[in-house]
């Protein structure tokens, strides 16, 4: 039985994964909490983002990842997004739960925007963690961008494993309000580069739904779930305008 056509709703991961079939999802995307240690705010919403050790944050992902890996089909991608934080430690769970022959990309998210600090570099990425179901058999069409080379001035190439997109700043017209909001160029480069047509894009950490933007732009179904009951009602009418 596939999931139901954008199946969006107000939900723990946890209690939303037995809603959905066996292998019927192409692409698991999840931006979880960073366990930051303090509240995700704007001026309209907020969301919690503290854990008392990065072990009880590893816990709580576990908790949710692994009753949601035999809901992803044999050609299915997995992309997990996080930081400095805890990206080395869910590259080991990943490791442990799928095997390190389904690892594919360490994928670098170069977002530019913030502040600097005189005690080290400037930390300004993401980690996108990239594994797959099945190491012989898994989606993936390239992303093209421009070249930047004079040689190739005017053509497209291959994308690689450095994503350079600007995050949304205060004065952007993607904003919704949502703290950590993500760019849709991001996630639409994500979701076309590692899910087919027609498929099925789950993100059940959704806040303010910009993957499930980026899988109806593209032709692909969006399911997603988050518990902040905000982030549930601006992802459906961030939907529904797309109607
Ligand atoms: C980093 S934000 C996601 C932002 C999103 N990618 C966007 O572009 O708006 C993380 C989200 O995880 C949600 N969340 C935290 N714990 C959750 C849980 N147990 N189940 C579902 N969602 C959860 C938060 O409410 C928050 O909206």
Not at 81 to 104: I, K, N, S, Y
């Amino acid at each position: 039985m596939p999931a139901a056509p954008e199946h969006i709703t107000q939900a723990d991961w946890f209690d939303f994964v037995p809603a959905l079939a066996e292998r019927s999802i192409d692409l698991l995307y999840v931006d979880p909490p960073f366990n930051t240690g303090k509240s995700q705010s704007t001026a309209t919403n907020t969301y919690a983002d503290s854990w008392p050790t990065t072990d009880a944050w590893l816990a709580w992902f576990r908790r949710r990842l692994e009753p949601t890996l035999p809901k992803l089909r044999p050609t299915a991608n997995l992309l997990i997004h996080t930081d400095w934080r805890t990206t080395h430690h869910v590259r080991l769970l990943l490791d442990q739960l799928l095997g390190e022959d389904h690892f594919v990309n360490h994928l670098i998210w170069s977002y530019g925007l913030g502040g600097s600090s005189p005690r080290r570099f400037a930390r300004k990425h993401d980690d996108i963690l990239f594994y797959c179901i099945s190491p012989k058999d898994y989606y993936f069409e390239p992303p093209m961008v421009p070249a930047t080379s004079n040689r190739m001035k005017g053509q497209l190439k291959k994308a690689t494993d450095i994503i350079d997109i600007p995050s949304l700043n205060n004065m952007s017209k993607e904003r919704v309000g949502y703290p950590t909001q993500k760019p849709l160029a991001l996630l639409e480069r994500l979701v076309g580069a590692c899910a087919p047509i027609g498929g099925t894009v789950l993100d059940p950490c959704c806040g303010s739904g910009t993957t499930l933007v980026a899988a109806k732009n593209l032709g692909r179904i969006p399911v997603g779930c988050d518990q902040n009951e905000n982030a549930i009602q601006i992802a459906i009418s961030r939907l529904a305008a797309k109607s």
